[in-house]
């Protein structure tokens, strides 16, 4: 299936208003935001683990990264509470879960498949540092390729929102609007190469989760084999 897939287009999808989708596994759900292929797919989701619940082992062929919203997440490779950020590269494999349950902003098949960098971050224990008027930053990930980070948005500002490579912006805390549209907790924002606008925060601030520079080369459904 394709979804919201055409990606010279800005997308805007306020996921808490979606309904829950169930996955192949019993007690797994999840709310798509975009995809491109089937099961095996290059997706962008939100995933609800119920308490219990887990997949089967398996390989990620073309990688997986994700973002502890909340809860625990659980694999062979420890307890990742809210906060924590992961990057599973191509070719790794675990058998995820969730005893408490959880929730993860997750995306598939969009690493370079040569990379085998593993990434484990616990955000709860790293400090923003200010950048430039208005945002303070946590980088998270960079590779030349993209660039991920948590950012602060102070109350009241404007955030220039710069996408020469394109951008994401899912929605942590907070809020702002963009575009005339009101964005909340786990709203979510992808602006296509080349489009410039500007975030104006709400009263309360935001924190979001922000990656650049990916959308340079269009992005390609997973070839099957």
């Given at each position: 299936?394709?979804?919201?897939?055409?990606?010279?287009?800005?997308?805007?999808?306020?996921?808490?208003?979606?309904?829950?989708?169930?996955?192949?596994?019993?007690?797994?759900?999840?709310?798509?935001?975009?995809?491109?292929?089937?099961?095996?797919?290059?997706?962008?989701?939100?995933?609800?683990?119920?308490?219990?619940?887990?997949?089967?082992?398996?390989?990620?062929?073309?990688?997986?990264?994700?973002?502890?919203?909340?809860?625990?997440?659980?694999?062979?490779?420890?307890?990742?509470?809210?906060?924590?950020?992961?990057?599973?590269?191509?070719?790794?494999?675990?058998?995820?879960?969730?005893?408490?349950?959880?929730?993860?902003?997750?995306?598939?098949?969009?690493?370079?498949?040569?990379?085998?960098?593993?990434?484990?971050?616990?955000?709860?224990?790293?400090?923003?540092?200010?950048?430039?008027?208005?945002?303070?930053?946590?980088?998270?990930?960079?590779?030349?390729?993209?660039?991920?980070?948590?950012?602060?948005?102070?109350?009241?500002?404007?955030?220039?929102?710069?996408?020469?490579?394109?951008?994401?912006?899912?929605?942590?805390?907070?809020?702002?609007s963009e575009a005339g549209e009101a964005f909340r907790a786990e709203s979510w924002l992808r602006l296509p190469t080349d489009r410039h606008s500007t975030a104006h925060v709400g009263p309360d601030g935001a924190r979001v989760w922000i990656k650049r520079g990916h959308l340079r080369q269009t992005p390609s459904a997973p070839v099957a084999g």
């Amino acid at each position: 299936m394709d979804l919201n897939a055409d990606f010279s287009q800005r997308i805007a999808v306020h996921s808490a208003d979606e309904p829950w989708v169930a996955s192949p596994m019993p007690g797994v759900d999840r709310r798509m935001l975009d995809r491109m292929g089937d099961e095996v797919a290059r997706a962008t989701s939100i995933v609800r683990y119920a308490p219990g619940s887990s997949f089967s082992s398996h390989v990620h062929t073309g990688g997986e990264e994700f973002l502890v919203l909340d809860g625990v997440f659980q694999d062979e490779h420890g307890d990742f509470p809210a906060g924590s950020y992961i990057r599973n590269p191509p070719q790794s494999s675990h058998t995820p879960g969730s005893e408490p349950g959880c929730t993860i902003f997750v995306k598939l098949w969009q690493f370079d498949l040569d990379d085998r960098t593993h990434v484990r971050i616990d955000t709860g224990k790293m400090r923003l540092v200010p950048e430039r008027s208005g945002v303070q930053v946590m980088p998270l990930f960079s590779d030349g390729r993209e660039d991920v980070a948590i950012e602060h948005w102070d109350p009241n500002a404007d955030i220039a929102l710069n996408a020469a490579g394109g951008a994401e912006v899912l929605v942590l805390a907070g809020g702002f609007s963009e575009a005339g549209e009101a964005f909340r907790a786990e709203s979510w924002l992808r602006l296509p190469t080349d489009r410039h606008s500007t975030a104006h925060v709400g009263p309360d601030g935001a924190r979001v989760w922000i990656k650049r520079g990916h959308l340079r080369q269009t992005p390609s459904a997973p070839v099957a084999g």
